[in-house]
């Protein structure tokens, strides 16, 4: 509860910084707001509360996937010292935007209630919207902010209807009250809560871009600016997952029966077009993204077998994912920056393609070894935060006894090392550009950070297991 | 705790050869791996010959899961133990005369490589052995990809791609297997013995077998799992591809020993005959292959291709001298083929070629380089007093025991391995010197080092064997004995 007061206090404080001329404050400003909420978030640990008449609900878990979306959030921020330098830029709103719609993700890993979902829901997805259209020069940026607003408004509209549904037929939305209606099957159970659970799912699912749903993804991610794309995949991921797991944990475990079949239709179907999409992308973003499609699927698995291990199995891996991705798309964002020839009026090359890596290790030892890192993270590989976190997945299906849905994410898996390996051939084994780039302290700790976790995860995955 | 040492110490030691600058790093990494060696004959010596582990470290890992660190060596790692602390001191010692670009990198790849290996082959839980197996790919996937020939990229990726999909299959099998176990203190467990105590159904047996199978048939590999092999063999460095043939792909076969026999019965009972039939397969078809082969790199990959289908018939025939032999042939292969490979290196290095019909006539000037050379390639053919001959003797006993035919169509490989591995010898050694071969310098002094160690073990292992039999001698009759009693149990 702390951090959500902290982030939109200090939220609107920032956008107050932004009346002044200079810019310099901005960022640490920033920076100590999302640290402020990460210590308050703790403050309650090992307690449990429920705010507002029963809506909210802060618990452990709550505040582990809280304090994944802020950590993620601060690694971000840290990379945006560029929005300084930006005339056109306006570090301030961008700032104040990102901190409110962490408020929403965090009100969609505590909810008690389907109102208090929806709140979040919409709180981090017009954030977002206005995100992706903030490079307001760029067309690219432009249409993907519009395609983004038509598609979630959609999405949310069927996500509003499952609620109406549900309520309609349980009575209740807190999810205690469905859970005790869907709790006891004798009386026979609406054919309403059924279909309304499905559109839950549906705008859920679009949220965080599982197949058939996922349309948007590419288009949305590759047109946002960089920065935001990386929030975007990193905290929008985890607090869709953090609702999904929820949701489907608290209140629909009793008809498990009836989903689980669907959903894991969902995660296969997401898992191949996710994987083998990537494939064909020569955008080394735009194979981020469909990585991020393939990514959903991979939690997906934990949650079509629900099970005892889930819970640890989604919070593993959404810490995993997270630190790989924002590792990737800082060394992106320095390549794009410093290799791009594009001009502001669109001409010129924009360095987002494989190509653009070549020679990258030999000249950026640093940035090679920290996106090689992240790559194998994300590939899998042991050693790295990504197997374990594939290895939990993969354990909760096979308590469940779902080997079919295991060895499609096996065959996917070692589809995906094709893609994530290109980036990997491109640094290390290709020649390219000589000149090194220059890597500022900020993106450097940054880099080792996320390197570190990811490594020291590999190694000690039990680490992170004893907390909740 | 010396499995600890054998496992960290590289680990440590490559770390701080990355600091090094300059060619001091070649006298350093060998220091290094001296070290190793030392420790690794320390605990053969100190071995007791009987079938408990030894050495062992156990402590928790992810404890929530049961996942446990624990490692120690038995009567089945142990020559493997040797066998990579060996091989990596000599390999360094092979670059001597060469230059890699990035030394520091170079050698502190091969050492996490070595690290890597032990754990292999030191695991006793079954997900710390799926995590050294996969950790030992990336080392080798850099060594080859980045100091590779020409066509590096495209096949180095095959490789890697190739082994990390079977080894996914793998990973499913003991995530499957890992559920089975009963519950202990609430959680399951992942000790490769509690895996050994597990009663399956024959069908669960007969996937479990498979997915098993091709991860470590793809490894070895076994025919038609071999298609990255010959490719990556000829465009890794030779440093690497002595890695790979020397150690790595006895990683394959040990997993055969360490997990299909024991822990899926009926499932060898159901599908080892397949297996055999493949591995014979690949026995005959890689001998023919390599008589073909103009390029001496490529020969020896098919001549190892061969040899290592021999090794899995011999395990897959269930019998105890095929197990011994096929034991005693991955340390008796593993120091030939890195010889092998040393010979082609060292031509390679003064005629910049491995094309048989570009040399011809080097024995003239070259009376250390013919010695070593023949007497590497007698080992490769298994002449009695040599390695060879021991561990194929076993195999084919194995084998013929199994079944007779099968046995004779296994023996194929002795007579045509004679004929590639002497043809090799005839049009490279003898003949009229080519314009590349005259002025073909003798072997230098580090060159001849690498091969004492190598020559005293195609020796040592040919005449008494026995120091090498013995070791394993209980672990394989009591793995035996088990495997006989659960497969009866089981019907």
Not at chain 2, 225 to 233: A, E, N, V
Request: charge should be neutral.
């Amino acid at each position: 509860m702390l951090p959500i007061v902290l982030l939109s206090v200090l939220g609107i404080a920032l956008l107050f910084l932004g009346f002044q001329k200079s810019r310099t404050l901005l960022l640490p400003a920033a920076l100590l707001s999302l640290l402020l909420a990460l210590a308050a978030n703790f403050y309650d640990w090992n307690k449990a509360y429920l705010y507002f008449n029963g809506m909210l609900r802060t618990d452990n878990l709550t505040m582990v996937f809280t304090a994944i979306m802020l950590g993620s959030a601060f690694l971000v921020v840290a990379l945006s010292s560029r929005f300084a330098e930006d005339e056109e830029a306006q570090p301030a709103e961008y700032y104040a935007i990102m901190l409110f719609s962490l408020v929403g993700g965090i009100m969609m890993a505590g909810f008690e209630n389907l109102i208090m979902l929806f709140v979040g829901v919409e709180i981090l997805s017009v954030a977002m919207y206005v995100l992706t259209g903030s490079d307001k020069r760029n067309l690219r940026s432009n249409e993907a902010a519009l395609k983004y607003f038509l598609m979630g408004c959609f999405a949310t509209g069927i996500l509003l209807f499952g609620m109406a549904l549900i309520y309609g037929s349980t009575g209740s939305f807190t999810l205690a009250g469905i859970a005790g209606y869907a709790a006891n099957p004798q009386a026979g159970l609406s054919l309403l809560m059924y279909v309304g659970l499905l559109m839950l799912l549906i705008g859920l699912l679009f949220k965080v871009s599982a197949a058939p749903f996922h349309f948007w993804t590419p288009d949305v991610y590759d047109g946002a600016p960089t920065i935001f794309t990386a929030f975007m995949s990193t905290v929008v991921k985890t607090a869709g997952f953090a609702a999904l797991f929820k949701l489907l944990s608290v209140s629909f475990s009793q008809v498990y029966g009836f989903w689980w079949a669907i959903l894991a239709g969902i995660t296969a179907l997401t898992l191949i077009a996710g994987n083998i999409t990537a494939v064909y992308q020569n955008s080394f973003k735009r194979m981020m993204a469909y990585s991020s499609i393939s990514h959903a699927g991979y939690l997906l698995i934990g949650l079509a077998a629900l099970g005892t291990q889930t819970k640890q199995a989604i919070v593993f891996y959404s810490l995993a994912y997270s630190v790989a991705t924002i590792s990737a798309f800082a060394v992106l964002l320095l390549v794009a920056q410093q290799r791009s020839t594009q001009t502001l009026s669109g001409e010129g090359v924009v360095a987002e393609s494989f190509d653009s890596f070549n020679g990258l290790a030999r000249q950026n030892p640093l940035l090679g070894f920290a996106m090689a890192v992240s790559m194998l993270s994300l590939a899998g590989i042991p050693l790295t935060a990504g197997f374990w976190g594939k290895f939990y997945m993969f354990s909760t299906a096979a308590e469940r006894g779902q080997i079919w849905l295991l060895v499609v994410a096996v065959l996917m898996s070692a589809v995906g090392i094709y893609y994530y390996f290109r980036v990997i051939i491109a640094m290390y084994f290709r020649d390219g550009a000589v000149e090194p780039i220059q890597v500022s302290p900020v993106y450097r700790y940054v880099l080792v950070i996320a390197t570190v976790v990811t490594l020291g995860l590999g190694v000690m995955p039990g680490l992170l297991q004893n907390l909740f | 705790m010396q499995t600890i040492f054998l496992i960290l110490y590289p680990v440590v030691a490559a770390s701080l050869i990355l600091l090094i600058k300059g060619e001091r790093v070649k006298q350093a990494a060998l220091v290094a791996a001296l070290v190793e060696l030392v420790y690794a004959v320390a605990v053969f010596v100190q071995f007791k010959p009987d079938a408990t582990s030894q050495f062992g470290y156990d402590y928790a890992w992810i404890s929530s899961l049961g996942i446990r660190l624990s490692g120690g060596i038995d009567g089945i790692s142990v020559l493997l133990v040797l066998l990579t602390g060996l091989v990596v001191p000599l390999i360094v010692l092979s670059t001597f005369e060469r230059s890699y670009s990035r030394p520091a990198l170079f050698y502190a790849l091969m050492l996490y490589m070595q690290a890597a290996l032990m754990g292999v082959f030191t695991a006793r839980d079954a997900f710390l052995f799926y995590f050294f197996f996969e950790a030992a790919l990336i080392p080798i996937y850099f060594l080859a990809a980045m100091w590779g020939g020409e066509n590096r990229v495209p096949v180095t990726f095959k490789f890697f791609i190739y082994t990390i999909f079977g080894s996914l299959f793998m990973l499913v099998a003991l995530v499957y297997l890992y559920y089975q176990t009963p519950l202990v203190d609430g959680h399951h467990t992942a000790n490769i013995t509690d895996f050994y105590r597990l009663k399956l159904t024959p069908e669960a047996q007969s996937w479990v077998f498979w997915a098993f199978f091709i991860a470590f048939a793809i490894k070895m590999p076994v025919f038609p799992f071999h298609t990255w092999q010959p490719d990556t063999y000829v465009e890794s460095p030779t440093p690497a591809t002595m890695l790979l043939a020397g150690v790595m792909l006895k990683m394959g076969v040990y997993g055969l020993i360490r997990f299909i026999l024991p822990v899926v019965p009926l499932g060898v009972e159901a599908w080892g005959r397949t297996a055999i039939v493949l591995s014979v397969i690949g026995i005959v078809y890689g001998s023919i292959i390599a008589i073909r082969q103009r390029d001496m790199k490529r020969l020896i990959a098919y001549s190892s291709f061969s040899h290592v289908g021999l090794m899995a018939a011999g395990v897959f025939s269930q019998t105890e001298t095929g197990m011994q032999g096929a034991l005693i042939q991955m340390l008796a292969h593993g120091v030939n083929v890195v010889g092998m490979f040393f010979v082609a290196d060292a031509i390679f290095a003064r005629t910049q070629t491995h094309q048989l019909d570009q040399l011809g006539g080097i024995t003239k000037t070259t009376p250390k380089l013919t010695v070593f050379f023949m007497i590497m390639l007698l080992g490769s053919v298994a002449l009695p007093l040599t390695n060879g001959f021991v561990g194929e003797f076993l195999l084919l006993h194995g084998v013929y025991t199994y079944n007779h035919y099968i046995g004779l169509a296994a023996g194929f490989t002795i007579i045509f391995g004679a004929v590639y591995m002497l043809r090799m010898f005839q049009k490279s050694m003898f003949g009229t010197p080519s314009s590349r071969t005259t002025n073909f310098a003798d072997l230098t002094l580090s060159e001849s080092l690498v091969f004492v160690p190598l020559v005293v073990m195609v020796f040592w292992m040919g005449i008494y064997p026995q120091t090498f039999l013995k070791v394993t001698e209980p672990a394989v009759a009591n793995l035996m004995k088990y495997i006989g009693t659960t497969a009866v149990s089981l019907k």
